[in-house]
């Protein structure tokens, strides 16, 4: 079992930062490829971006390339969004997952666990 717990988000004007973090308990952090999702209301939830149990490599959706930037610290259990150049249509909950089949998947089934989501809003 893992347990994610995220900090973050809120309300920034387009163009503005803002950083994710999520926390991870339990089993061995670095067992774990983790991931960002979001999910915008009336939509289905969409990959944001994802990187590999070392942080060597990331992988990231077009829509954000460029401007997002995923991270992690194995040794504090945690996994970071930095997001920059926010736009409105950024809006959306975003979540983080844990994937322990190892490979940087863009599709949601794949992952095991879940953070309880946190509300991002870009005003115009």
């Known amino acids: 079992q893992v347990v994610l717990v995220q900090s973050g988000g809120g309300l920034v004007q387009a163009g503005g930062s803002l950083r994710l973090s999520c926390a991870a308990s339990?089993?061995?952090?670095?067992?774990?490829?983790m991931g960002w999702f979001r999910q915008a209301p009336g939509k289905e939830r969409e990959f944001v971006a994802a990187i590999n149990r070392s942080g060597g490599s990331t992988s990231y959706a077009d829509f954000v390339k460029g401007r997002f930037t995923i991270s992690r610290d194995n040794a504090k259990n945690t996994v970071f969004l930095q997001m920059d150049s926010l736009k409105p249509e950024d809006t959306a909950v975003y979540y983080c997952?844990?994937?322990?089949?190892?490979?940087?998947?863009?599709?949601?089934?794949?992952?095991?666990?879940w953070g309880q989501g946190t509300q991002v809003t870009v005003s115009s």
């Open positions: 339990g089993r061995t952090f670095s067992n774990y490829v």
């Open positions: 997952a844990a994937n322990s089949a190892l490979i940087m998947s863009t599709r949601a089934h794949v992952y095991d666990y």
